[in-house]
């Protein structure tokens, strides 16, 4: 009498079974590699705006200081957007017939905010203060990066809860002189005070409890 499955069923079969263990098992691999990747957390994605607006020019050539156009920085949450007023205490002597600042003119003139996109988008659970960072001595940098090297603003660091957390529970070699804290080339030198030092007059006391950020 004829066998109903061939020797060969066997091998198929194992197959099979093989596939379907690991098949969620390397699903759930992906998914872990896409939630770290850059593109899931928009790392070095431009972001249109509706001004072109080169930061390699003011804050690299012309070396403006973040906090003329995000002058709440220090005393607010929010670091601020340029308003139109900003951009033409420049520019209403410099390029003032250039076509790309026509955005920026006719916003001024209607009395509507430039509607600028948010390049760090913190989830709506999350509540994040920059003045509290800034005035300890977290420069703009370390969140930010490079910023007079982007032609458009680009997300240069993760910012998950991982990331925020690992700097919480050891902020010392983040921190910097309060005088250098906008300044993109600064590295310590033999004359500054060591990370340690900062910390204590800067009565840095991070927290890690999850009311700090999420409330």
């Known amino acids: 009498m004829a066998w109903i499955f061939t020797p060969?069923?066997?091998t198929v079969a194992r197959v099979v079974a093989a596939g379907l263990l690991t098949t969620p098992a390397l699903g759930a691999l992906g998914l872990w590699t896409y939630a770290r990747s850059p593109?899931?957390?928009?790392?070095?994605?431009?972001?249109?705006?509706p001004v072109q607006f080169d930061h390699r020019h003011h804050a690299g050539d012309e070396a403006i200081d973040c906090r003329y156009c995000h002058s709440t920085v220090e005393v607010s949450s929010s670091a601020g957007y340029p308003s139109q007023a900003t951009c033409l205490g420049c520019h209403a002597q410099v390029w003032n017939q250039s076509p790309l600042l026509e955005p920026v003119r006719q916003s001024y003139f209607a009395d509507r905010p430039i509607p600028w996109s948010r390049?760090?988008?913190?989830p709506d659970f999350v509540y994040f203060n920059h003045a509290i960072?800034?005035?300890?001595?977290?420069?703009?940098?370390?969140?930010?990066?490079?910023?007079?090297?982007?032609p458009s603003i680009q997300q240069a660091q993760p910012l998950t809860m991982g990331w925020c957390l690992d700097c919480h529970r050891d902020p010392a070699p983040n921190l910097r002189p309060l005088d250098t804290l906008t300044s993109m080339r600064w590295r310590p030198g033999p004359e500054d005070p060591r990370p340690e030092e900062l910390a204590r007059r800067y009565?840095?006391?991070p927290r890690t409890n999850c009311t700090t950020c999420h409330r």
């Open 8 to 10: 060969r069923a066997n």
């Open 39 to 49: 593109l899931a957390q928009n790392l070095r994605q431009p972001v249109a705006q």
């Open 119 to 122: 390049v760090h988008d913190l």
């Open 133 to 150: 960072h800034v005035n300890k001595g977290v420069g703009c940098v370390t969140c930010h990066g490079r910023v007079d090297l982007m």
């Open 203 to 205: 009565d840095v006391q």
